[in-house]
């Protein structure tokens, strides 16, 4: 099961990046990873560095679970924060480099065969 979670996952993460290019961001990272967290997508639009969680489920597990982007919970909100403040130290950013942290949220719907996808501009965080 954890297999085909993990397949999903990175199918929801493959869609939010084609969606993200198709609005002009330019991807400049995936799957960054430190101790502290880690982060799906790391993008540039407008001289702003975005720092994007992607979150997908399926239509029926949005019916138990609720949709994609509750669970990105407080604790993992910090985690990313955290994250996202180690890559700008590591990648010498700028102190005043402008960042927001966004969320993509995917749902597929199996049965037609298609996903919608949410797009949650500046969702939290300090920037």
């Not at 290019?21 to 790391?42: A, L, P």
């Not at 997908?56 to 994250?83: C, D, L, N, W, Y």
Request: aromatic share 12%.
């Amino acid at each position: 099961m954890q297999k085909r979670n993990r397949k999903f996952g990175d199918w929801g993460e493959r869609l939010a990046e084609d969606f993200l290019r198709r609005h002009g961001y330019e991807v400049m990272d995936k799957n960054f990873q430190k101790r502290c967290g880690e982060i799906d997508i790391i993008c540039q639009k407008d001289d702003i560095l975005h720092f994007i969680e992607v979150k997908t489920r399926t239509e029926a597990s949005t019916q138990v679970f609720g949709p994609p982007e509750e669970a990105v919970t407080k604790t993992k909100q910090q985690k990313i924060i955290q994250t996202a403040i180690t890559f700008l130290a590591e990648k010498n950013y700028e102190e005043n480099k402008d960042w927001r942290i966004d969320v993509v949220s995917i749902v597929y719907y199996k049965n037609e065969h298609k996903a919608s996808i949410n797009f949650i501009q500046n969702a939290f965080g300090e920037s």
